[in-house]
Antibody, heavy 116, light 108 residues
Framework: EVQLVESGGGLVQPGGSLRLSCAAS????????IYWVRQAPGKGLEYVSA????????DYANSVKGRFTISRDNSKNTVHLQMGSLKAEDMAVYYC?????????WGKGTTVTVSS | EIVLTQSPGTLSLSPGERATLSCRAS???????LAWYQQKPGQAPRLLIY???TRATGIPDRFSGSGSGTDFTLIITRLEPEDFAVYYC?????????FGQGTKVEIK
């Protein structure tokens, strides 16, 4: 079964850090780009970041550039999103998605709460 | 950054009716790299359409996408009960791969 599973969400104070992980199974992970998309409570989808299949190309939404870092380990079929200097507006459900250009496969999401 | 504007914000229709959703881009979307996703409450989004008009695997043929350049449309020919959801367009030709704000299709 093709699957992406996010983990690492939780409660963090403003200014704090958190590392999200996305574990893949059921497909050839190294062929796929991986994306992070978030959804604040009651809001729409917001693109966050992407990493190419071999990890050599990354990009970020302006809202997270300089604070978030995406990386991948193809030997472990895993992508990480290191999030720093967290703000209240970063609070959301974070989804990872995979695909070859388009977001074909999605995880169920992990929730990040930013609060003191 | 390409800004995608979806209209209407909410569409109130009955099962069996036709739904027409619009997505307009602030600049031309290269190679029609435009996708549509469906999201139901409490669920992750699901890919419906990519390349502006190609249905993803397993998507029923009542869903169709069209358009090019800056104007794109998603049509659901006959709404089934399971089609009532929020629909998002997204361009993926170049970063950042922005989403539209969504159109909610609700039961009238």
């Amino acid at each position: 079964e093709v699957q992406l599973v996010e983990s690492g969400g939780g409660l963090v104070q403003p200014g704090g850090s958190l590392r999200l992980s996305c574990a893949a199974s059921g497909f050839t992970f190294s062929y796929y780009a991986i994306y992070w998309v978030r959804q604040a409570p009651g809001k729409g989808l917001e693109y966050v970041s992407a990493i190419s299949s071999n990890g050599d190309i990354t990009d970020y939404a302006n809202s997270v550039k300089g604070r978030f870092t995406i990386s991948r380990d193809n030997s472990k079929n895993t992508v990480h999103l290191q999030m720093g200097s967290l703000k209240a507006e970063d609070m959301a459900v974070y989804y990872c998605a995979g695909g070859q250009g388009v977001m074909e496969v999605w995880g169920k999401g992990t929730t990040v709460t930013v609060s003191s | 950054e390409i800004v995608l504007t979806q209209s209407p914000g909410t569409l109130s229709l009955s099962p069996g009716e036709r739904a027409t959703l619009s997505c307009r881009a602030s600049q031309s979307v290269s190679s029609n790299f435009l996708a549509w996703y469906q999201q139901k409450p409490g669920q992750a989004p699901r890919l419906l359409i990519y390349g502006a008009s190609t249905r993803a695997t397993g998507i029923p043929d009542r869903f169709s996408g069209s358009g090019s350049g800056t104007d794109f449309t998603l049509i659901i020919t006959r709404l089934e009960p399971e089609d009532f959801a929020v629909y998002y367009c997204q361009h993926y030709g170049s970063p950042p791969r922005t989403f539209g704000q969504g159109t909610k299709v609700e039961i009238k």
